[in-house]
């Protein structure tokens, strides 16, 4: 019991009340106010009560007041408890006192139902006094009363025995007392047979607890008649519904009696039950029915929504009913809608059947629209006109339909041959795919057996196969041989399937054939491919294994001349492995469509040269002369893989041809009838847009201008049965030619891929022991044809004698195609970009446009703040920085651009008018209002402003001489006025200018302005010497240290990252010169490296060397493209070759950089 109460009265571990409001005093104030002025009301009320049960002692019911009083103190009590626990959270007790208050209203409630009748029953003291007056007159009466009492008695017993209804007088205990003619009729008793009987014995067990209940309710007071539908039994057995009116009456004796008037109502209720059977049948129908069945009134308001609607439409019935049937129809059909329900009601007709019209369209809860069909019907009930519609949504079947058509469609279109024949081998349907490899039309063949293309020796083949598809098998691909019309072999895939009805019973076959004739030919050409490759991939393992196994085992420890040969043929013939790799990768690549020619108009004689330096170092090797004759003319063609071309045919050239010989490389113009050749491509970009079928191209229209190059040795020559073979993969004049000479039998084959992918030819002309002539040609761009004259410009130009402006033109490697610089980028290469900063934007116009006729490029700022943003975006070569300025001056912009690791190796070129002596000493005094006046006045205006952007470059030389001429008579008033200034300057102690610091700038041009000051200044900045600086992001360590140490042999700071999040984390605080990056990388590749790039003004110019073991397609390359990129390939470019393009293209992009500290310039090209 103690630990009951300790729990009653503890708080249990629950929260105040209060913390449900948070504490917020208005909110907790608000309820206690409430709560306490409630409380206090319901306490007020139970006093007032006592006090007048007190006062009236007469009163009836008094004990109600007390009761009433004992709820309204419990109600107070709880308000009061709702302040209580705001701060103590005794719910326990709280609950306790609601329960009391629970069971006292309720106790309450129940007594007040009894007593209600009771009191109403009470007369009030009017009432008295008026029945005591009436009594009076009654009296007075009584006997009229009598008299009038007896002849209405006998009125209502004449009424009552014959009236239509039955009626009848019953005693409190049921016995029937009196009963009238038609009530014996209604049950089928006589008179004396009811008056011997009670009516519960007639009354159906299930209806008799009701009609008892409403007799003692009678009895008790509660009510003073009741009506009831209840059965009877007949006394033949039947049931009989009737409608009972009960009263309640009293004898001369007080005692009391029932009164019924009974109304037979058998064929009313079996009416309703029919039609309440009906309505179920018909609601069961609706709510099975899969179609929506939708009701609407002549206002098309929506009156019946069922289930089909429900999942059809995705509205609930509640939703629509009452809603405008527009609802559910798209916007654009509801007024069509409208009229055609007009239409309908207008017609004679009451119906119309589903499908008599076009489809329609109705709309989904979710906006969806969807085909129906529909059916409407017109009903007119009490006036008013129901319209009734059916609607079938045919989505599925629409589907059907289409999948149908387009399986047709399929079928028909369809390469491979797909027929249809009964059980019997009786062909029932024939494609176009069919037709076009057995060579039958449709016509020809339906109706024949399919014996007609089977070969007399596999006529067995049918029957077998018949009885398999009769069991319902799918007969699995297998590859056989069928006849075609002109009685020729063809060689076909077939499959063969069941065709079954909806019961699933077969009924035919379906057999679909594929030609295997290209495929076939492919096998056993790869077959012969792959003996080959597996011949020239042993050979040189063979030689691997053998010379690192004679290491490895240390047999050749004592002799280091043969270990060294040893490791000679095993580098010799790893050589050879990689070669020949990359050849097959990249034939295979070209030809399969996966590498798209990269079209652009480029110049002739540029790919001539171009490749011609790339062979130059072979050429000198061999101690073979290479004379090339370029021919200027505009070709539109991919510019790496023609140099690819040339470069491979001057390399068999140089390979060939004897020691002290000459190899030639020209071009011509000519205007031919080229031979058409057919040649058949395989799609590019299948799987990325393309069509994955072969194209035909149309080469060589007749009357073709065209390029034909032509590469000439003076090597041993090629038989002339060799002349076409050797275009061939794997095909050399020589079978020892792959050892002595090093190649791999696949250049000419991919020469002759890129050549007639450009929609040219290739071909050879030999003669033995003289010499080898290779041509190919390519169209030639219309209309931009320039023809160099050989004898005129270069006769017979060897090498050696290309000129210093054609070394432009960077080397290209054979193996890998590199994306050259955008012209804009080549153009910031050779022509510098000035950042000019002034507050005269006079003095900024002059100054650009003599920059502009020196060939700088220029970009303009009024302000610091605006110098910083442009540098920042341009990464100018060097900066005109003005000192005196409004808002930030120069040494403050100077300041920030060199604490920013973007803009501090900028050069700075101060150009002011004043001296740096006068500089230092005006940096920390600008501030001083005297000065500042002084330097801003018109002592320091020129004529300037009078100048025009927009005049002539020798009226701007000109109007600038004058302008300098009068302003260098203010010149020396400036420096007199500045000097007598000076000596007032007190410079703050302990200042910088004692400390000897290196300067931020590089150069100082004074005003008025001075051209050859100015150049000078510009071209010592532009000149300085800088460290170039390489990003290298390469995941493998061991990789990444190789490419380090040869990096630092050319004085290259290499700045290394493991992965790409390390890289975006360094390039957020350096500027590198270039960025060399592998692709595949933890955290980050090097595609999200490129795209973090391409977001950063600052460092999308940076120039990208992508460096690395993935095939790149054309898609993967447009994405890691920037403004300056590059791509290498790992393995087919070796090391030293990468080391060379590296430090050729750091040349060109700061031509002044430092070179390699230790002089070591063997690896630059060019050197």
Known sequence: MLEFLNVFFSSGGFIPHGHCYLWKPGLVW????????????????????????????????????????????ACGTTHVMEIWTLWHPTYWLSGFIKAITALVSVYTAASLVPLVPQALALPSPAVLEATNRELENQIAYRL???????????????????????????????????????????????????????????????????????????????????????????????????????????????????????????????????????????????????????????????????????KIFGYTANEVIGQSLDLLLPKRAAIAHRQHIRNFDTSVGTARKMGERNEVFGQRKNGVEFPAEASISKLELAGEKIFTVILRDITERKRGEEALSQLASIVESSEDAIVGKTLDGIITSWNSG???????????????????????????????????IKQGERIPPYETVRLKKDGSQIDVAITISPIKNRVGQVTGASAIARDISDRRAIERLKDEFVSIVSHELRTPLTSIRGALGLLAGGLLTAKPEKAQRMLEIAVSNTDRLVRLINDILDIERIESGQVAMENQICDAATLMLQASEVMRAMADKAGVTLSVSPLSAQLYADPDRIIQTLTNLLSNAIKFSPPSSSVYLSAEIQQTREPLVETRFPASGVGEGGTGKEFTPSLP???????????????????????????????????????????????????????????????????????????????LLSGETRMLNAEDERENLSLGDVTTAQAEYSPVDTQDSAVPLPSDAENALGTPLVLVCDDEPA?????????????????????????????????????????????????????????????????????????????????????????????????LQTDLGQLQPSESSDAIATNAIAMENAASSNIDSVDSTINDILPQVSLPPNSDDDKPRPPDFTGWVRKPLNEASLFQALEQSLQQAKVARVLLVEDDLDLARVLIARFERHGLETIHAKNGREAIQKLANINPDLLVLDI?????????????????????????????????????????????????????????????RIIALLNRMVPNRKENCNGDNEAHPGN
């Open 30 to 73: 608000l309820h206690i106010v409430s709560d306490s002025l409630i409380a206090l009301a319901y306490y007020s009320i139970p006093v007032t009560l006592f006090y007048f049960v007190r006062k009236r002692q007469d009163l009836p019911f008094d004990w109600i007041f007390l009761l009433f009083g004992s709820f309204i103190i």
């Open 701 to 779: 229209q007749p009357l073709t201008l065209t390029v034909l190059f032509k590469v000439k040795d003076q090597g041993r020559g090629i038989p002339a049965q060799k002349l076409e073979s050797i275009f061939n993969r794997f095909q050399q004049v020589d079978a020892s030619d792959s050892r002595d000479k090093g190649g791999t039998g696949l250049g000419l084959a991919i020469c002759r891929s890129i050549v007639q992918q450009h929609g040219g030819r290739i071909w050879v002309e030999s003669t033995l022991n003289e010499g080898s002539t290779f041509f190919f040609t390519l169209p």
């Open 434 to 468: 069919a037709e076009r490899i057995y060579g039958y039309t449709a016509q020809e063949v339906k109706g024949q057996p399919i014996s007609i293309l089977l070969t007399p020796d596999r006529f067995n083949e049918m029957p077998s196969i018949l009885a398999r």
């Open 843 to 939: 003095v900024c116009a002059v100054v650009q446009t003599l920059l502009e006729q020196r060939g700088y490029q220029v970009k303009t700022a009024f302000s610091g703040q605006e110098a910083v943003e442009l540098a920042l975006q341009e990464q100018p070569a060097v900066i005109l920085l003005d000192l005196i300025m409004p808002g930030m001056n120069g040494w403050q912009t100077m300041a920030v651009l060199k604490q920013r690791p973007d803009t501090r190796e900028i050069p700075i070129v101060i150009f002011s008018v004043l001296s740096p002596e006068q500089s230092n000493l005006l940096k920390s005094s600008l501030e001083n209002q005297t000065l500042s006046s002084l330097l801003d006045g018109n002592l």
């Open 1080 to 1140: 595949v990388l933890p955290e980050y590749d090097g595609f999200a490296v490129v795209d973090w790039l391409r977001q950063c003004n600052r460092l999308r110019q940076i120039p990208i060397v992508v460096y690395s073991a993935k095939d790149l397609n054309n898609a993967e390359r447009e994405r890691l493209r920037l403004e300056q990129t590059e791509f290498l390939t790992k393995g087919r470019i070796t090391p030293e070759q990468f080391e060379g």
């Open 144 to 310: 009229q009363i009598e008299e009038a009492l007896q002849a209405s008695e006998e009125r209502f017993r004449s009424a009552f025995d014959y009236a239509a209804v039955g009626m009848a007088l019953v005693a409190t205990d049921g016995r029937w007392l009196e009963v009238n003619r038609s009530l014996c009729e209604i049950v089928g008793y006589s008179e004396q047979e009811l008056l011997a009987r009670n009516f519960q014995a007639i009354t159906h067990p299930d209806d008799l607890e009701t009609n008892l209940e409403y007799m003692h309710q009678m009895l008790a007071g509660k009510i003073q008649h009741y009506n009831v539908e209840k059965r009877y039994l007949h006394k033949q057995g039947h049931i009989v519904w009737i409608f009972l009116s009960g009263s309640l009456v009293h004898n001369a004796k007080g005692e009391p009696l029932f009164t019924a008037q009974i109304q037979d109502i058998t064929q009313r209720k079996l009416a309703e039950e029919e039609r309440k059977a009906s309505q179920a049948r018909l609601a069961g129908i609706l709510d099975i029915a899969e179609d929506a069945i939708i009701s609407v009134n002549e206002t098309q308001q929506i009156t019946l929504f069922n289930q089909g609607a429900e």
